[in-house]
């Protein structure tokens, strides 16, 4: 089709542009790398570890406190919140250059008398734009040329495309005449003449409203909110009942030599009182210090992003790392129909012979059958073959039906055969057929049409030798037809007749049936384990689709969402609206699937679920989907949607894949659950060292660990331990468990057996090497014993059993089972980890001098550290199995 139009010259656009504005859309404000920072100084952890820093900075300016000791928390503020800075902008700066290049379309447009390509964003009001089959509208208009099939599924969710026609000078402005940016041209050619461009056009308006809406907290943030306060207080109390302690002891048990009574004691000298003060108030410090677990930012930090990485070598683009957390604990899950459980296109799926037998695919037809069938439908179209790229060839001018069957065949689509065209019947909606009447190397008139009209008409079939056999009775393929239009198939007929095309074009008598093709959106491949594995892992989904109820019935049930003998609802939207709030959330548990759906009803149900307690997931790809994917916990936009979804997203599924999807869940789930391995490891770290912390003074050890030592401890040790829990792997009995509860707190009962068990066990050792002439004995570095050498070396010796021990619990921490080696090999930085971590302890305690209050240790000493550390693994898998005999097997009640 020829169009010509002069256009807007220089003159006009420029005033129009100063008029009604560039065709830009306002997107989201991208953060920058220095607000992302300092919002996440925010966080619980982040703000005790500053409050800490402070104290530290006060003891240090005052002589109490060496400047190492400050310089490390802080440090370990840096790292965790730069590292989580990083990771998050790095990613975002990658998605805005996504969605950069995506936004680079030339728009084909009449401008000076001439047909030119121009930016999308330099479009004007009063532009003429040419259209064509694959382009997206860049703004909203009308159309004063030509005629558009058009799929306004990005706006409305509709898949089925609309028609579109010119707007006439004599008619008034009807639906029909107008077109939406974001939306799709399937077929047709046409001119639109641009009335609204930037955010005055409908998906700009929509973007706005986006831009506005509140972020949210993840169930993870939540958690930690919680845990962090719990921290506090257990800090704080401990750090009060330590000074009190600290202070009583000195008072009253192991008072100053003339001390005898409360009263004698403040009457001793000043310098002395200051000094056991100040020593109180540092050992509180160090506990404050202790129970803060200073490396749990960094190691979320570094979980993230490591899931991060995993999850886009599988397709999975994560815009906001805690969308990953939330992901995993999903507990309802709203899911597009079209381009996500399925493919998004109509395709065949099932060929169906005259003597009802059924082929699902092309090679399994028989060949007679399949070589005519063929020859019907490369003869009897309308469309244009371009086969010059042959595994996808593009059809210009079918229909979608046309289109799926023609793709069906694409093997066959280049055995062209010199035949000539005697006559055409072209389809129409009366006739419910399409015939071609050819000569040459077959003499046939060849039909495509409704099986209703066709077999009417049908005296026989082809077998499977290609022989006539007569057409006797319709029952058994009207029966198998009735359940292919039961599984929301379109049947399209392909029949022969030697019977010429008559004058008045009705439809040839004595027809023979090639077969019968079942035409749906194809299921993808993967749809149906994916939704059983999301069914498996406890999470509820509801199909939104804006197709019919049948036919979303139809695909809910092969997809496996639900079975007809399973209580089960499916709502079209009116039924949906005609229910007030409250009967909505009672019956959200038991809704499957809400057909006819617009954008509204999208949103209500997310905020509705929200109000229930669930934690909600959206998938989305048009414009209508936006709203409800930003408002839900977590929003996935798929990768062929709108920049618009995409910006509202927390998550991308770039392959549009409802798979990858329950990939992001498992990695989710991986996720919270190495949080919880390193905090089992972190925590058992701090009870045992608040405990030292506080029973030293009572055995006469002032600092059994010094501030730097367990600083060292808490940032450093713990923080390639974090990296060492980071990389654990996704393993899929994880799916098969209960999400974890929105109000569920973030250390649970079988965490706290072995963090309090594990931690007195480790106080309780560690009490007892300081206090035993045995280790004293076995640590004295060659010196006398006595001596202040002999002193240095066991007290260095207790540094390095303390480190150590904690270093193979985290062999107990990283499973709940029996076997520590279980899935060991398949997380590749847990052992090079462990095993840097001994050589650095070695290298700190040789090297630390002054600074980490440590000497050398000999290489039998060495020895006996390792045998005394090795202690706890024994003990905790004693544990373990009393936990298995009488409360049950974690891990077999999870499976």
């Not at 939406?180 to 308006?205: C, P, Q, S, W």
Request: net charge negative; aromatic share 8%; proline share 4%.
């Amino acid at each position: 089709m020829k169009f010509t139009f002069d256009g807007l010259n220089d003159q006009q656009v420029e005033k129009s542009r100063i008029e009604f504005g560039s065709n830009a859309v306002s997107s989201q404000v991208v953060e920058t790398f220095w607000s992302k920072l300092f919002d996440n100084f925010k966080d619980p952890i982040i703000i005790i570890l500053i409050i800490a820093l402070a104290v530290t900075v006060l003891l240090t300016i005052f002589g109490y406190s060496e400047w190492y000791e400050g310089v490390g928390i802080a440090l370990a503020v840096f790292a965790a919140t730069f590292v989580a800075t990083w990771s998050e902008h790095s990613n975002e700066t990658a998605f805005q250059k996504l969605l950069e290049e995506a936004s680079l379309i030339q728009v084909k447009t009449f401008r000076n008398k001439h047909l030119t390509e121009i930016s999308i964003n330099e479009l004007v009001v009063g532009d003429s734009i040419l259209l064509q089959p694959g382009d997206t509208i860049p703004a909203d208009g009308l159309l004063i040329a030509g005629h558009l099939e058009v799929s306004e599924a990005a706006m409305t969710g509709e898949s089925e495309p609309i028609k579109k026609k010119s707007l006439k000078s004599d008619e008034n402005i009807a639906d029909e005449n107008r077109l939406f940016r974001a939306t799709l041209i399937e077929d047709g050619e046409a001119v639109m003449r641009v009335t609204a461009v930037g955010d005055k056009t409908k998906y700009g308006e929509t973007m706005k409203e986006l831009i506005s809406a509140e972020d949210r907290l993840s169930p993870l943030q939540e958690k930690l909110k919680v845990l962090g306060g719990q921290i506090s207080m257990f800090g704080y109390i401990g750090a009060a009942f330590i000074f009190v302690a600290f202070m009583l002891n000195n008072i009253f048990i192991n008072p100053n030599p003339g001390v005898d009574s409360l009263m004698s004691y403040f009457a001793q000298d000043a310098g002395l009182i200051l000094t056991d003060v100040t020593t109180a108030a540092i050992l509180a410090i160090i506990v404050i210090v202790v129970a803060v677990p200073e490396g749990l930012p960094m190691m979320i930090a570094m979980v993230l992003a490591l899931n991060m990485k995993k999850l886009l070598s599988i397709k999975v683009l994560v815009r906001k790392l805690l969308g990953i957390e939330t992901a995993g604990s999903l507990t309802l899950l709203f899911s597009d129909k079209t381009g996500t459980l399925t493919q998004g296109q109509l395709a065949v799926e099932v060929f169906l012979t005259g003597g009802a037998q059924h082929y699902p695919t092309l090679d399994k037809i028989p060949t007679p059958i399949r070589q005519l069938t063929a020859f019907s439908l490369r003869n009897n179209t309308s469309a244009i073959i371009d086969l010059s790229d042959e595994t996808a060839p593009k059809m210009v001018g079918a229909d979608r039906t046309d289109q799926a069957m023609l793709r069906f065949i694409t093997p066959l689509l280049k055995q062209e055969t010199p035949i000539d065209i005697v006559d055409v019947v072209p389809f129409s909606s009366a006739r419910k057929f399409s015939a071609t009447q050819v000569t040459g190397e077959h003499n046939l008139t060849l039909i495509k049409g409704a099986p209703e009209v066709l077999l009417k008409n049908c005296t026989h079939y082809l077998d499977d030798q290609g022989n006539k056999v007569a057409l006797d009775t319709l029952q058994s393929l009207e029966t198998e037809m009735s359940q292919l239009s039961r599984r929301a198939m379109r049947l399209l007929a392909v029949a022969i007749s030697n019977n010429p095309i008559t004058d008045n074009k009705e439809l040839p008598n004595e027809l023979t049936l090639l077969g019968i093709f079942g035409i749906r959106d194809k299921i993808r491949q993967e749809s149906q384990q994916a939704v059983h594995v999301a069914k498996s892992a406890k999470i509820h989904v509801i199909m939104i689709t804006g197709d019919a109820k049948e036919t979303a019935q139809a695909i809910a049930q092969d997809i496996g969402l639900f079975s007809e003998d399973k209580e089960g609802k499916i709502l079209t939207s009116a039924e949906l609206a005609a229910l007030s709030d409250d009967e909505v959330k009672q019956l959200l548990p038991h809704l499957y699937v809400v057909s006819r759906a617009f954008p509204t009803d999208k949103s209500r149900l997310v905020r509705l679920a929200k109000e229930q307690g669930w934690v909600v997931g959206m998938t989305g790809d048009g414009v209508n989907d936006a709203p409800a994917v930003k408002n839900a916990d977590v929003g996935f936009s798929m990768g062929s949607g709108t920049e618009m979804t995409k910006e509202s997203s927390d998550i991308v599924i770039l392959d549009d894949n409802f798979a990858s999807l329950t990939k992001a869940v498992l990695y989710g789930r991986t996720l919270f659950k190495s949080i919880r391995k390193f905090l089992i490891f972190q925590l058992t770290v701090s009870i045992s060292a608040v405990l030292v912390a506080f029973l030293g003074p009572f055995f006469g050890f002032d600092l059994p660990l010094t501030m730097t030592q367990l600083l060292w401890l808490n940032i450093i040790m713990d923080t390639l331990a974090g990296l060492a829990f980071a990389g654990e792997a996704a393993l899929p009995r994880y799916m098969l468990e209960k999400p974890i509860p929105k109000d569920a707190p973030l250390i649970n009962g079988e965490m706290w057996s072995s963090v309090l068990l594990n931690g007195t066990i480790v106080a309780l050792l560690s009490v007892i090497f300081l206090m035993s002439d045995f280790t004293r004995q076995l640590f004295t570095g060659g010196h006398a014993a006595g001596t202040l050498e002999a002193e240095a070396s066991f007290l260095t010796a207790f540094f390095a059993f303390f480190v150590l021990i904690h270093v193979f619990n985290t062999f107990n921490a990283r499973t709940q089972s029996l076997n520590l080696f279980e899935h060991i090999l398949e997380n590749k930085l847990f052992l090079p980890i462990i095993a840097i971590i001994i050589v650095v302890q070695v290298f700190m305690i040789s090297f630390g001098g002054e600074i980490m209050r440590t000497v050398g240790l000999l290489p039998q000493e060495w020895g006996y550290v390792l045998l005394l550390a090795l202690i706890l693994i024994p003990l905790d898998l004693i544990r373990k199995l009393v936990r298995n005999l009488y409360f049950g097997n974690p891990v077999l009640h999870n499976e």
